[in-house]
Nanobody, 115 residues
Framework: QVQLVESGGGLVQPGGSLRLSCAASGSIFSIGDMDWYRQAPVKQRELVASITAVGTTNYADSVKGRFTISRDNAKKTVYLQMNSLKPEDTAVYYC?????????WGQGTQVTVSS
């Protein structure tokens, strides 16, 4: 049974930073892309950042230059470093890991940016 456990969310003031982590437990065959999504109230879930198995990254325009995605393949973990946070970054953040033909999702972690 594969489980993804996220951590690092919380309340932060505008301009602050947070680092999210998503660690997978269990056996995952052929780990591929790792992604971070977010969903704000009454909005659709959107892709924030992705990283391929060889380290190629891609970001939503709204977070370019502020967020950095990285991964540790040995630990089956993906990270999202978030700097210069804005109130509009407030959302539940979800990680997704591709393993073979399967997509595995984390349970979500709340990020709230407010003064």
């Amino acid at each position: 049974q594969v489980q993804l456990v996220e951590s690092g969310g919380g309340l932060v003031q505008p301009g602050g930073s947070l680092r999210l982590s998503c660690a997978a437990s269990g056996s995952i065959f052929s780990i591929g892309d790792m992604d971070w999504y977010r969903q704000a109230p009454v909005k659709q879930r959107e892709l924030v950042a992705s990283i391929t198995a060889v380290g190629t990254t891609n970001y939503a325009d709204s977070v370019k230059g502020r967020f950095t995605i990285s991964r540790d393949n040995a630990k089956k973990t993906v990270y999202l470093q978030m700097n210069s946070l804005k109130p509009e970054d407030t959302a539940v953040y979800y990680c997704k890991i591709r393993g073979g033909l399967q997509n595995y999702w984390g349970q979500g972690t709340q990020v709230t940016v407010s003064s």
